[in-house]
C-alpha cells in the first residue's frame, strides 16, 4: 500500500473512531466500538483498553478482543508488565519481534495460551498523566507492525482519552469480603556481599475472609518470600503489613509468635509430622498448644481420617499424611491457612484427594487458604489467581465460577 494511501485509511478509521467517541452515550461501548476499528484496522489477532483505577493503583481492562481472549477479571498494577509500564511513563512502546526484544519477558496473554510475537502499546494520555493505555498484538498476516501502525493507534488513543476524560468512566466495583491481611508496597531485599538482591518490588495485595487465592509463578520470582512475610516467618525490608487492621510491619518476635499460633495453620509439602506420634497424637499436640481448638476427632473426620486416627505416618500413603497435615492446621480453628506446594510431592488421584479437602476446609469451615504452587491447573479451583514475576504482581485474575477438585486435571 503506498503512503498516500494508507494515510487516507487511516484517516478515515480515525473519522470512524471520533463518530464511535461522540455518538456513543455509553463510554463502554463507545470504547469496545473504538478498540474493535483499532484491531480491524491494524489486522490484529487481539486487543485490550486498559484504564487506570486510581483507588487502588490498579488497571482494569476495559474492553478485550480476540477470540478465546477472556481478560474481563484480571488486573494489573500500574508500572508492571507492558500495560502498567506504558501507563505510568506515558510512553509508547512497539515491539517488532517479542522474541529478540530485551525489555519483554511476557504478556497477558500467554496466560492464555496466546504468544505475543509483535505488539503495540499506548497510553491513554489525559491532560496531566496516563490514565490507561491501549495494547494490540499480532497481525493475523504474520507481519511486523510499523511506525505508521504506531503513529495510527497513539492518534486513535488520543480521541479515546479526550472522551474519557469529557465523559468519565465508572470503573465497576467487584464485590468482595472483609481485608484480613492487607500488604502495602512491601518490598524484600538480602545483603550477598557488597551487593542487594531485590526478592520482592513493592508487592500490593489483599488477601479477604473465606477465599481461596492460588499463588503462580515460576522458581525464584518471590512466591515463598511472600508467603513468610504473611506468614510471620520473615520481615519486610520496606512497606507495611496490615492483619485486621492492626500494623505488624515492625510486630516483635512475641507478637509473630501469638499470630502464627492463634492466627494461622500451615500445610507444607513435606508433610512435617511427628513421626513417634499416631495421626491423633499429632493433631492432639498442635491442640494443646491453642486458646481455642477445635475437637480433634472432628478435626480428623473433617479430612476422612477417622479410621486412621491410630496409625502412625509410617503406617500411612503419602496422602493420608497430607491430610493429617491439613487437620493439625484446621485444628487451630485458624482465621488463613497457608499451603506451600501441598501437592507437588504426590500423583495425580492422591493430589486430587487433598484438593478436594482443601475445598472442603473453604467451603464448609469459611477459612481462608493461600495455597503456592507451580500447577495452573490448580488455579482453575481458586476465587483469585495471583501471579508473581521477578518480585512483583504481574497479574490477578478472579474465578467468578471456581471448578472443584473432581473437574481439574494434569
Known sequence: MNENNREQKHNKASW???????????????????????????????????????????????CCRGSSIDISDMTVENGVGIEGVVTGTGKSVMISDVEKDPRIDESIYDEYGRKANTMICVPLKAMTDAIGCVLIINRTDGRLYDKDDLEMCEKMAALAAMTIEEKGYNIPDKEHGKVIISLRNITKEYKSGDETLKVLRRINLDIYENEFVVVLGESGCGKSTMMNIIGGMDKPTGGMIMVEGKDFSNASDKELTDYRREYLGFIFQSYNLMPNLSARGNVQFIAEICKAPMNVDDA????????????????????????????????????????????????FQTGQEVLRVIGKVVKEKGTTVIMITHNV??????????????????SIKRNYQPLSADEISW
Open 300 to 347: 480428623l473426620e473433617l479430612v476422612g481420617l477417622t479410621s486412621r486416627a491410630r496409625n502412625y505416618p509410617s503406617q500411612m500413603s503419602g496422602g493420608q499424611q497430607q491430610r493429617v497435615s491439613i487437620a493439625r492446621a484446621l485444628v487451630k480453628n485458624p482465621k488463613l491457612i497457608l499451603a506451600d506446594e501441598p501437592t507437588a510431592a504426590l500423583d
Open 377 to 394: 491447573e490448580i488455579a482453575k479451583m481458586a476465587d483469585r489467581v495471583v501471579r508473581l514475576r521477578s518480585g512483583k504482581i504481574s
Open 16 to 62: 470512524r473512531i471520533m463518530s464511535q467517541l461522540l455518538e456513543t452515550e455509553d463510554i463502554a461501548d463507545a470504547l469496545e466500538g473504538t478498540l474493535e476499528i483499532i484491531v480491524d484496522e491494524l489486522g490484529s489477532e487481539a486487543g485490550a483498553v486498559w484504564i487506570l483505577n486510581p483507588k487502588d493503583n490498579m488497571l482494569v481492562p476495559a
